[in-house]
Each structure stands twice: as C-alpha cells, then as structure tokens.
C-alpha cells in the first residue's frame, strides 16, 4: 500500500489498496453498528433503573435522532477541513465513549443530555463513514455501499445478542458498557488507521458551519425518507401490530422484529451483487415492489402467518434504499460529504418521525390504516427511483467516468500524491 512517509494513510491507486480501504470502512460500520446494538439491548434496564413510564422513556429515545438531525451537517465542515480518516477516527471514537453515557444517567434529564450526545456522535460519525464508502466504491468503480450497511446491520445483531446474553447472566449494564465501549474504541484505531483519508479538492469552497441540504440532494433524500419511515415503522411497531391486530402472543410477536432485522441485514449483504446486476435505479424499483408487496400483506393479515412474512418483505425492499441513496450523493459535487450530510439529514428525520405519525394514525383510526400509509411511502420508491441514477456511476458531478474505476473528489498530502504520480498515475482504474 503507497503511504505518506508523514502520516501514513493509504492510497487507493491499485486495485490491493482499494480493497483493503474497503474492507477497513466495512470494519468501522461494523463497529458502528456495535455500539448501537450493545446500547438497545439495554434499555429495558435503563427504564427500570430510572423507573420511567413509557411515555419518558419514549421522550429520552427522541433524543438520539434529535442530536443526529443537529450534528450532522456539521460532518461535511469536518471532513473539508481534516479529512476523512481524521474524522472518522476521531468521532467513532467519541461515539464508542458515548455508549457508556446513558446507564450512568441518574435521573430522566441527564438520561436526555447524553443520548442527545451520543445521537450527535452517531450521526456525524455515520456521514463521515458514508463518504469514505463513497469514495472507495468510485475507486472499485462497482457497488458496495449496500454491503457496507449490512455490515453495520450484523455488527448491531450480534452487539444486541451479546447484550442478551449480559442481561440474561444479570451482568451489571454499567460494567457491560464500559467494557464495550473500551474494547470498541481500542478496536477503532487499527481500523481507521487503515483507511483512505478521502479529502474534498483543496481549491473548493470550505462548507458552511452549518449547512441545510442542497437542493440536488433534495429528491435523493425524499426517497431515502420513505425507505427509513418504512424501516421505523416496522422496527417500532412490528410486535404491537402482530399482538393486537392479530392476535399474536408476545414471544410470536417478537419474530416480527427479528424477520425483518435477518432480511434487511441479509438482504444489505448480498445487495450489492443485485445492483451491480441490473443497476441501482431497477433495485431501488424492484425494492419498491417487494416492500410494498410486504406492505400489503401486513395490512390483510389476520393471522400472525401472514404478518411475519409481511414484515420480512418489508426489510428486504428497504435494505437497499438508504445505501444507494449515499452512493447517489456522493457523486453531487466536489464535497461528497456535505452531500451526503443533507441526504443523511432528511432521511434520518424520517425515522424520528416514523413512529410518532404511526403512533398518531393509530390512536385516531387503527395500526392497519397506519401501515396502509407504510405500503404508500413503499410504493413511492417505484416512483421515485430514478433520483438515484447517479448511484449507478460517473463523476461527482454526473458527467461519464473515463474508466469503470475512474477515481473521485479524494486529495491526499502532497508527499502521497507525488508517490502516486510516479506509481500507477491517479487516472488509473482501482478496480
């Protein structure tokens, strides 16, 4: 791997350094996931210890998305000025110390304080990631992104599994987390060692402090909201519905959170030899088709037999929604980051306001009309999937690549860029 003889970060002017770039970001969204899935599977205690009645534990779970809304603008900024495996370093690993926050809280408001902290830590954390994904798919000149997030999926799968576990062996959740938390974090640094360190050109306008979404990011974020508003619904409300719209006992009506959660995670895995096959604008259709097809079935069900495979289609049409939706904004102008930070900022709305508006339609009519407005939003991505062409490749800026891994937006230190002049040359195909 060609390295700054300063700092050391990899280039990715050969195919080897390409991939071992990809298999270093594929880490850190594992890693990322983790720390998701080891805080979930703690929060039954978090509202014992608290002893917090629903309605304050569901004000606290706000926080998270709330602090990620806020913060993640703030990633383009970051990456503009340090670079993209400065930042990643340093805020995954924040995010890793944040996990140990919320079980230390003693009362509800400094619960709301730290999730708030550590949503701020995960969204800029998740955009940051996203762009050195970007990058490293335009250098591989094929898709990745969905593989990516399905990483990030069954890094929060088996986090959640072992967090069972804990729980199950009456393991103090304080201890639990503080050791997970080092452990990440001291899992964090070789990995982000290893990736590229992806850099907006150095003659570019520095992004603003804060910045809302572009406008060419706009339509690309509409489609991942009804992807993620899909995915919320599903997540938060999957058990309810098998319990009280069919009837389902509480161990059958947990199967419908974990068939979706397998699907989605299974689906991220091999998505990416979906795309590269037929392109991402056909998967994204072909998502909307099965997700509403999952919809519908779930609206219908009368017995829990036909709700489970209905939310089972649901997280296999939606696996791939979001990923494509960053591949797309990553090719929107010359810092893919803040792109991809105002895509990241509608879509993720979408899943703090999922729940309430399902929770809403619920109260006022019932949840089968709820998820009648979940299979609409999954059709809408049949309608939509064209905003996300640019995912299917060419430069940041839409126009033709002159290779099938013609390179991005990436600056590296000028001691790594005369190696790679004398190398491969910088036009070289990584992939």
Same mark, same amino acid.
């Given at each position: 791997?060609?390295?700054?003889?300063?700092?050391?970060?990899?280039?990715?002017?050969?195919?080897?350094?390409?991939?071992?770039?990809?298999?270093?970001?594929?880490?850190?969204?594992?890693?990322?996931?983790?720390?998701?899935?080891?805080?979930?599977?703690?929060?039954?205690?978090?509202? =014992? =210890?608290?002893?917090?009645?629903?309605?304050?534990?569901?004000?606290?779970?706000?926080?998270? $998305?709330?602090?990620?809304?806020?913060?993640?603008?703030?990633?383009?900024?970051?990456? =503009?000025?340090?670079?993209?495996?400065?930042?990643?370093?340093?805020?995954?690993?924040?995010?890793?110390?944040?996990?140990?926050?919320?079980?230390?809280?003693?009362?509800?408001?400094?619960?709301?304080?730290?999730?708030?902290?550590?949503?701020?830590?995960?969204?800029?954390?998740?955009?940051?990631?996203?762009?050195?994904?970007?990058?490293?798919?335009?250098?591989?000149?094929?898709?990745?992104?969905?593989?990516?997030?399905?990483?990030?999926?069954?890094?929060?799968?088996?986090?959640?599994?072992?967090?069972?576990?804990?729980?199950?062996?009456?393991?103090?959740?304080?201890?639990?987390?503080?050791?997970? $938390?080092?452990?990440?974090?001291?899992?964090?640094?070789?990995?982000? $060692?290893?990736?590229?360190?992806?850099?907006?050109?150095?003659?570019?306008?520095?992004?603003?402090?804060?910045?809302?979404?572009?406008?060419?990011?706009?339509? @690309?974020?509409?489609?991942?909201?009804?992807?993620?508003?899909?995915?919320?619904?599903?997540?938060?409300?999957?058990?309810?519905?098998?319990?009280?719209?069919?009837?389902?006992?509480?161990?059958?009506?947990?199967?419908?959170?974990?068939?979706?959660?397998?699907?989605?995670?299974?689906?991220?895995?091999?998505?990416?030899?979906? @795309?590269?096959?037929?392109?991402?604008?056909?998967?994204?259709?072909?998502?909307?088709?099965?997700?509403?097809?999952?919809?519908?079935?779930?609206?219908?069900?009368?017995?829990?037999?036909?709700?489970?495979?209905?939310?089972?289609?649901?997280?296999?049409?939606?696996?791939?929604?979001?990923?494509?939706?960053?591949?797309?904004?990553?090719?929107?102008?010359?810092?893919?980051?803040? $792109? @991809?930070?105002?895509?990241?900022?509608?879509?993720?709305?979408?899943?703090?306001?999922?729940?309430?508006?399902?929770?809403?339609?619920?109260?006022?009519?019932?949840?089968?009309?709820?998820?009648?407005?979940?299979?609409?939003?999954?059709?809408?991505?049949?309608?939509?999937?064209?905003?996300?062409?640019?995912?299917?490749?060419?430069?940041?800026?839409?126009?033709?690549?002159?290779?099938?891994?013609?390179?991005?937006?990436?600056?590296?230190?000028?001691?790594?860029?005369?190696?790679?002049?004398?190398?491969?040359?910088?036009?070289?195909?990584?992939?």
């Amino acid at each position: 791997m060609t390295t700054s003889p300063t700092t050391g970060p990899p280039l990715l002017d050969t195919p080897g350094a390409a991939r071992r770039a990809r298999v270093a970001v594929a880490l850190a969204f594992g890693v990322h996931g983790a720390v998701s899935g080891t805080f979930v599977s703690r929060i039954p205690w978090i509202q =014992h =210890h608290l002893d917090l009645s629903p309605g304050q534990l569901g004000l606290a779970l706000v926080m998270p $998305a709330i602090g990620s809304s806020l913060a993640m603008p703030l990633a383009g900024r970051f990456v =503009h000025r340090w670079g993209g495996r400065a930042v990643v370093r340093a805020l995954l690993s924040l995010f890793c110390l944040t996990l140990a926050l919320p079980v230390l809280a003693p009362s509800l408001p400094v619960l709301c304080f730290a999730l708030l902290a550590y949503g701020a830590m995960a969204g800029m954390a998740d955009v940051a990631m996203n762009a050195q994904g970007v990058e490293v798919e335009q250098r591989l000149g094929r898709s990745i992104m969905s593989g990516l997030h399905g990483m990030w999926s069954m890094g929060g799968l088996v986090a959640a599994g072992i967090g069972i576990l804990a729980a199950h062996q009456s393991l103090d959740p304080r201890l639990q987390l503080a050791v997970a $938390a080092l452990l990440l974090l001291a899992l964090t640094q070789p990995v982000c $060692a290893a990736q590229p360190d992806v850099r907006a050109p150095q003659q570019g306008e520095e992004p603003p402090r804060f910045a809302l979404p572009p406008r060419s990011s706009l339509a @690309i974020g509409l489609v991942g909201f009804c992807g993620v508003f899909a995915e919320g619904a599903s997540i938060d409300w999957s058990g309810v519905y098998l319990r009280d719209v069919t009837g389902a006992s509480p161990t059958v009506a947990a199967a419908a959170y974990t068939a979706f959660s397998l699907t989605m995670a299974v689906s991220r895995l091999v998505g990416d030899a979906v @795309i590269r096959r037929v392109g991402a604008v056909r998967a994204a259709r072909l998502s909307g088709v099965v997700a509403t097809a999952g919809g519908l079935l779930v609206v219908v069900a009368n017995r829990p037999a036909l709700a489970i495979p209905g939310f089972a289609l649901i997280g296999i049409g939606v696996a791939v929604v979001v990923p494509l939706a960053f591949a797309a904004a990553g090719r929107i102008g010359d810092n893919p980051s803040q $792109a @991809i930070a105002g895509v990241a900022t509608v879509t993720y709305t979408s899943g703090l306001v999922a729940p309430a508006i399902v929770g809403g339609l619920a109260q006022a009519s019932s949840l089968t009309v709820s998820f009648g407005v979940v299979t609409a939003l999954s059709f809408a991505l049949l309608l939509g999937a064209g905003a996300l062409r640019r995912a299917e490749g060419g430069a940041p800026d839409g126009s033709a690549q002159s290779g099938p891994g013609a390179p991005g937006p990436v600056v590296v230190e000028p001691a790594a860029r005369e190696k790679a002049v004398r190398g491969s040359g910088p036009n070289s195909p990584a992939g």
